[in-house]
């Protein structure tokens, strides 16, 4: 996880959400639903990146809470 931002990734049956470089978990919930709310908060929070992670482990989602140039380039 070398993205900046928070990432929903699962955990033994449930879900974490991580920020990247962290060793440990910000909060551990039941459902994907429960743990992406929560990252989606942290995120626009701190003005970062959110990364879902699907049960193989693999980047499914991201959405940007940043400061996104607009208009966008190119």
């Given at each position: 996880?070398?993205t900046k931002?928070?990432?929903?990734?699962?955990?033994?049956?449930?879900w974490?959400?991580?920020k990247?470089?962290?060793?440990r978990?910000?909060?551990?919930?039941?459902?994907?639903?429960?743990?992406i709310?929560?990252?989606?908060?942290l995120?626009?929070?701190?003005?970062?990146?959110l990364?879902?992670?699907?049960?193989?482990?693999?980047?499914?989602?991201r959405n940007?809470y940043?400061k996104?140039?607009?208009?966008?380039?190119?």
């Open positions: 996880m070398a931002g928070q990432h929903v990734v699962p955990a033994g049956g449930r974490s959400v991580r990247a470089g962290a060793s978990a910000s909060g551990t919930y039941e459902t994907q639903g429960e743990a709310d929560r990252a989606k908060t995120a626009k929070n701190q003005g970062t990146e990364y879902v992670h699907g049960k193989d482990g693999r980047i499914r989602e940007s940043g996104d140039p607009f208009p966008p380039k190119g």
